[in-house]
């Protein structure tokens, strides 16, 4: 609606996971590199953790194609199933086809497809997004994946991915031989005051805003961040609230109204 106002190519707050205006804070880029370390370096179990909006799926996105045929890769994105419908989406992401779901059979033919990429020099990843939801039996079935391995290295790296609610469950005693088999861990934290200013300018110049005179006043600036906390995800939607009430009102530059009335309407009150 305000793209042609602002002389825009595209949307700049948009809430879905797209790591093409991802913006590396030094968090965001510790992060990214330790779990491409663990990745390329086979280490087994990887575990990723952030507060809601934080930008988790985001950074594994940018990792998904950073890593582009280097490594077989599987993304569950929904981890709220049955042991046999896990292993078959997992399989299935992975480009094979197995008609019977015994899930001795299932394990056979990850084996067999893991031993193959092993002898052709392939790493293989599986990533698990909101994995707070995986039930203890899930997770069970998850830690025995990575007994499949040879005597150099595991043939199947796992990225676990969610919310703290996932550190808590991998603190339980039932779950002590999985923690334990976590190598590498990272806790996403928010932005800073300073994080939030350069996040909103690279978004906005992804987009296409560095050759108009779109504006966000550093007083906006503040009201946005003391209003989100510093969560990238509820940043996004402040701020496209803030553009839409910019273009209602006829400016280019986001004042401190803009933001109020974005706000505003997130709390529904408008």
């Known amino acids: 609606m305000y793209l042609d106002f602002y002389g825009l190519k595209e949307p700049p707050f948009n ?8 913006y590396f804070t030094r968090n965001h880029q510790e992060a990214y590199d330790l779990i491409l370390y663990g990745i390329r370096h086979r280490k087994g179990f990887i575990e990723l953790t952030g507060e809601v909006g934080s930008g988790k799926t985001t ?20 981890p709220a ?13 992975f480009g094979l086809q197995v008609r019977s779901r015994d899930r001795l059979a299932c394990i056979e033919a990850l084996n067999e497809f893991l031993l193959e990429q092993n002898a052709e020099g392939r790493n293989v990843a599986l990533f698990i997004d909101e994995a707070q939801n995986l039930t203890p039996d899930l997770m069970e079935q998850v830690r025995l994946l990575s007994n499949l391995e040879t005597d150099q290295h595991k043939l199947l790296q796992i990225v676990l991915c969610g919310q ?24 996403l934290m928010p932005l ?4 939030a200013l350069r996040y909103i300018c690279h978004r906005l110049d992804v987009a296409g805003a560095v050759e108009n005179k779109l504006v966000f006043e550093a007083k ?24 839409l009430a ?12 803009c ?11 408008s």
């Open 15 to 22: 809430v879905t996971p797209d790591p093409h205006f991802l």
């Open 246 to 257: 910019g273009f209602v009102a006829g400016t280019r530059t986001i004042d401190t109204r």
């Open 164 to 187: 703290p609610e996932l550190k808590e469950r991998l603190a339980r005693p039932e779950l002590r031989q999985l923690r334990q088999r976590v190598s590498i861990r990272y806790h």
């Open 220 to 243: 906006a600036v503040k009201a946005i961040f003391r209003f989100t906390g510093g969560s990238p995800r509820l940043t996004n939607a402040v701020c496209d609230g803030a553009l």
């Open 59 to 78: 950074l594994l996105r940018a990792i998904l194609a950073t890593l582009g045929d280097e490594v077989h890769t599987a993304l569950i994105v929904n």
């Open 81 to 93: 199933l049955t042991g046999s419908q896990l292993m078959r989406a997992m399989l299935r992401d």
């Open 259 to 269: 933001v109020e009335r974005s706000i505003e309407h997130l709390k529904g009150k």
């Open 192 to 195: 800073t005051y300073q994080d």
